[in-house]
């Protein structure tokens, strides 16, 4: 197995949980700063501003989906690596079945704004929920998959440090000290020597 794959993966399913909760949240408040616009009537000054917000709100979840499908990608091609060197379920992970519905609710959504005519304010919110919903659903799947080669990675044990943070790499944490970190005689011997010299000042 290649050095580094199980950091690489851990860190490509940290970036798209975070990349798809972060979309689930913008649909949310565009599909409220939607609602605010369609409740202003015409020619009234605050529904420039709620219109220029609603823009702004639509450029972000464009950006943000953007990002999703392109950590997606990368998260398709580490999950390869790994299952190379760990294997899969019979079936296949649920967390790339879990990216697909996603991208396959995603179309939906769309979708649903084009042919949803009886209400706007209906339209928006159906397509939030089934957005809200399409991220829920691959989070869970990512956390499923992340618990299964946890669980391969070392069985019956703790999974190996992370060079670079010291712990988990399924769940990085910052260093722990241990009992090591305290024996001065490993430690650089210019900074015994000050350590030394200081004693010696108290002393005196």
Same mark, same amino acid.
């Given at each position: 197995?290649?050095?580094?794959?199980?950091?690489?993966?851990?860190?490509?399913?940290?970036?798209?949980?975070?990349?798809? /909760?972060?979309?689930?949240?913008?649909? /949310?408040?565009?599909?409220? /700063?939607?609602?605010?616009?369609?409740?202003?009537?015409?020619?009234? %000054?605050?529904?420039?501003?709620?219109?220029?917000?609603?823009?702004?709100?639509?450029?972000?979840?464009?950006?943000?989906?953007?990002?999703?499908?392109?950590?997606?990608?990368?998260?398709?091609?580490?999950?390869?690596?790994?299952?190379?060197?760990?294997?899969? %379920?019979?079936?296949?992970?649920?967390?790339?079945?879990? /990216?697909?519905?996603?991208?396959?609710?995603?179309?939906?959504?769309?979708?649903?704004?084009?042919?949803?005519?009886?209400?706007?304010?209906?339209?928006?919110?159906?397509?939030?929920?089934?957005?809200?919903?399409?991220?829920?659903?691959?989070?869970?799947?990512?956390?499923?998959?992340?618990?299964?080669?946890?669980?391969?990675?070392?069985?019956?044990?703790?999974?190996?440090?992370?060079?670079?943070?010291?712990?988990?790499?399924?769940?990085?944490?910052?260093?722990?000290?241990?009992?090591?970190?305290?024996?001065?005689?490993?430690?650089?011997?210019?900074?015994?020597?000050?350590?030394?010299?200081?004693?010696?000042?108290?002393?005196?």
């Amino acid at each position: 197995m290649p050095p580094g794959t199980v950091t690489d993966w851990a860190a490509a399913t940290r970036r798209l949980i975070s990349g798809a /909760v972060a979309y689930g949240i913008v649909a /949310v408040v565009g599909a409220v /700063v939607s609602t605010a616009l369609l409740a202003i009537p015409d020619g009234e %000054p605050a529904k420039s501003f709620w219109a220029v917000l609603g823009g702004l709100l639509g450029w972000v979840a464009l950006g943000t989906l953007a990002v999703v499908v392109l950590l997606s990608i990368a998260w398709l091609r580490a999950t390869g690596r790994m299952s190379r060197a760990y294997g899969a %379920p019979a079936n296949g992970h649920l967390g790339i079945w879990a /990216v697909v519905t996603f991208l396959v609710l995603l179309v939906v959504s769309f979708v649903l704004g084009i042919m949803v005519i009886v209400s706007a304010e209906l339209a928006v919110w159906a397509q939030a929920v089934v957005r809200v919903v399409a991220v829920v659903l691959l989070v869970a799947g990512l956390r499923h998959t992340r618990a299964w080669f946890r669980g391969r990675v070392n069985p019956g044990g703790a999974v190996g440090a992370d060079l670079v943070s010291g712990g988990d790499p399924f769940a990085p944490k910052g260093p722990t000290p241990t009992s090591d970190d305290w024996d001065a005689s490993s430690w650089d011997p210019d900074i015994q020597r000050d350590i030394d010299r200081r004693r010696g000042k108290l002393h005196d």
